[in-house]
């Protein structure tokens, strides 16, 4: 039988990332430049913030006419301030810049139609009508996102851990990944599970590589016996210990009265970053 070539590396056309005014942002732009410039991909800078609702005073005061109007010039500004610090952040890169008036989160799910990959950082203000809710980009945008730890180096991903789970979100991430798992030079698919489940697992895993070699990829699998409590950090365990700056994923979350609820490893994953997180839903 005669050996199937390896497809070519999968391309990366555009990377969209909020931007803020000031220095909010300036982390993840840089780390959302650097992909960009290295990936041959347009940078797209979104710049978005919606007037916050008014709460009533019992003490009076601000009319809600004067309220609406003082906040929509404040956005304006905003917005303003905000392409100027992209540009600034962005360097070099092959870029354009778009502003919304609306809550961040859902402008980049909507522009993210314009992209392969959404940048946002992990510990944004609580102040959703400014910042966005890393948690609801995963869920609304329908692309991979990048959520970028606070004050880690720009992305290398030059070693990657892939973490494996039989579902259609990790299998989703899996191919989602692949400009990155294709320019790696080390990758690493863990699984982790009971120790009655370890045999059907490694099957499971041994498939993910064989599929990845199929693709130009050399990975190597790993199958690790551990609770649910402890997934996480096996798969930190396993990053630091291959020098691994990015952890592959899949979200698993749903809608519920108006919030994201997730599973305990995704939740971890987002709310105690320790590498470069993608995360596909």
Not at 199 to 224: C, F, H, I, N, W
Request: contains cysteine; hydrophobic residues 45%.
């Amino acid at each position: 039988m005669s050996e199937i070539a390896p497809t070519p590396a999968a391309a990366m056309g555009g990377i969209l990332v909020h931007a803020e005014p000031g220095d909010a942002s300036r982390h993840r732009v840089a780390v959302a430049a650097a992909l960009a410039r290295e990936m041959g991909a347009r940078l797209i800078g979104l710049g978005a913030e919606m007037v916050q609702p008014l709460v009533a005073s019992p003490y009076g005061g601000v009319n809600s006419a004067e309220w609406v109007v003082a906040m929509t010039k404040q956005i304006d500004d905003d917005l303003v301030a905000a392409r100027e610090t992209f540009i600034r952040d962005s360097a070099g890169v092959d870029s354009e810049w778009r502003a919304m008036r609306e809550m961040p989160a859902r402008a980049l799910a909507a522009v993210a139609r314009a992209c392969d990959l959404v940048v946002v950082s992990a510990h944004p203000q609580t102040n959703y009508y400014r910042a966005a809710d890393p948690a609801e980009v995963v869920m609304r945008s329908g692309r991979p996102v990048l959520v970028v730890p606070d004050q880690a180096q720009p992305l290398k991903g030059q070693a990657i851990v892939v973490a494996w789970k039989e579902t259609r979100e990790a299998r989703r991430a899996l191919q989602d990944a692949m400009p990155f798992l294709q320019r790696a030079e080390k990758v690493v698919v863990v699984a982790v599970c009971g120790q009655d489940e370890a045999g059907a697992v490694q099957r499971q895993v041994d498939d993910v590589v064989a599929y990845l070699a199929r693709r130009g990829v050399s990975a190597q699998g790993k199958v690790s016996i551990a609770p649910d409590s402890g997934v996480v950090g096996e798969l930190n365990n396993t990053a630091n210990s291959v020098g691994a700056d990015l952890i592959v994923a899949g979200a698993y979350g749903q809608s519920r009265l108006r919030e994201w609820v997730f599973g305990g490893v995704t939740r971890t994953l987002m709310d105690e970053p320790a590498h470069h997180l993608l995360l596909s839903h």
